[in-house]
């Protein structure tokens, strides 16, 4: 058994990053950027008003004021003369200062008659122009690599680049294997269970940004295995459910060996999730083996997942964030291993919940921390610091 610090080293020796694609920018939410971007122009493009009003020069700015209007600035329709003493434009928010005028009066504070207008009693201060290039200059550059999110799409927009080169996403094929289980929809015998964390490990990768894809279930014999590998020979990375530890039945360990996969390692110390494999297929793809129970399973994917794709999308080799909690309640000493306690977090205190066995997938959906023990941790009392990760 290895700490889990470990077998995160061996998994970011697996995981190498994969090459990139050019998509449009409304596909690029979410992918990592792996080429710099520059922008292609300053914005704004020219000093522009931030109000609808009118376009003055400062030095004529005193309440009760007569300014003559010479003409209108529209967004997308600049005034292209010259703003005089005594004179102002009619301006709108977004359109470009005319020329000689350093300064918006906003219509609140003006009334118009005709062609003049008068300033009022009360003049705001503000000069209410955003000069060019305030917001970025032609060159500035967004840095690779970036997870891109809806404001870096809309900032890579108005820089006028349309298209980005981003990592390709793993392609992920998921494997699970048991005699007992069954898809959602089909109807299960009186021994058979559903296969579910597949299906929330599948959802894990889609946020994580990796392609998953389900492969058939594999029975528990070689022959059931060997084609569900054979499979999954494109992809990038294969995960195994289940079949993991050493009953008579768990074959995964044996299968993946005799199609030649090198192991990495296997077993570490933390609960849930002690008999986690993972090596390197003769394909050349990384495999990683998960325990089969629900939560075991889900919780070795926040560990160990993501922080596996993340390395493969070019996000650096870095762990699942943690932050600290205050106890809510007392909880009891921790065992030998590091442990993984599903709780809730709720106004800044996390409760720790009374049942932690690893089948408990609705106890999982319930919980929105893992509280990381220590092997051995004493008992923890209210108010106590304690590691925490979302989930
Ligand atoms: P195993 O790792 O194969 O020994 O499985 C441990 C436990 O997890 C058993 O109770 C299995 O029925 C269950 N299990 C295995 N794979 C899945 C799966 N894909 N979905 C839900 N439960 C599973
Ligand atoms: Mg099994």
Excluded: W
């Excluded at 309440?63 to 529209?74: D, F």
């Excluded at 980005?164 to 996403?169: D, E, F, I, N, S």
């Excluded at 089969?292 to 870095?318: D, T, Y």
């Amino acid at each position: 058994m290895i700490p889990v610090s470990e077998a995160l080293d061996h998994l970011f020796s697996l995981a190498q990053p994969l090459g990139v694609e050019t998509v449009p920018l409304v596909r690029a939410n979410g992918r990592v950027l792996a080429a710099d971007v520059q922008a292609r122009r300053d914005q704004p493009p020219f000093a522009g008003s931030a109000m609808d009003g009118y376009a003055v020069r400062d030095a004529d700015v005193a309440s009760g004021e007569v300014l003559t209007v010479i003409g209108e600035s529209a967004a997308g329709h600049r005034f292209k003369g010259h703003v005089a003493a005594g004179q102002a434009v009619r301006i709108f928010t977004g359109a470009p200062v005319p020329q000689g005028a350093d300064r918006v009066v906003i219509q609140e504070d003006v009334t118009r008659d005709g062609d003049s207008i008068t300033l009022g009693a009360n003049l705001d201060a503000g000069f209410h122009i955003r000069d060019k290039g305030i917001d970025f200059q032609d060159g500035q550059v967004v840095s690779a690599p970036r997870l891109l999110r809806p404001a870096d799409i809309a900032l890579m927009a108005a820089m006028n680049v349309p298209e980005v080169v981003v990592a390709k996403r793993p392609d992920v094929a998921i494997l699970s294997t048991g005699d007992e289980l069954v898809m959602p929809g089909e109807t299960p015998s009186e021994d058979q269970i559903i296969a579910s964390n597949s299906f929330g490990l599948h959802a894990m990768l889609q946020d994580l940004g990796a392609n998953p894809r389900l492969l058939p279930i594999a029975r528990d014999n070689r022959a059931s295995l060997e084609t569900a590998f054979e499979l999954s020979s494109d992809a990038d990375l294969v995960l195994t459910i289940g079949g993991a530890s050493v009953g008579d039945h768990d074959l995964v360990g044996h299968v993946a060996g005799e199609l030649g996969m090198q192991r990495s390692f296997y077993k570490i110390a933390m609960r849930p999730g002690k008999p986690l494999m993972a090596g390197r297929l003769a394909t050349g793809a990384m495999m990683v083996g998960f325990p089969g129970n629900p939560v075991s399973a889900m919780v070795c994917g926040q560990i160990f997942l993501a922080p596996v794709i993340r390395a493969m999308l070019g996000l650096g080799h870095a762990a699942t964030p943690e932050f600290t909690a205050e106890l809510a309640a007392d909880i009891p000493a921790n065992g030998p291993r590091e442990h993984y306690m599903r709780g809730r977090l709720e106004n800044g205190r996390v409760t720790v919940f009374e049942r932690q066995d690893s089948s408990l997938l609705s106890l999982l959906a319930e919980a929105n921390v893992l509280v990381i023990r220590p092997p051995k941790d004493g008992p923890r009392v209210a108010g106590d610091a304690m590691r925490c990760i979302a989930i």
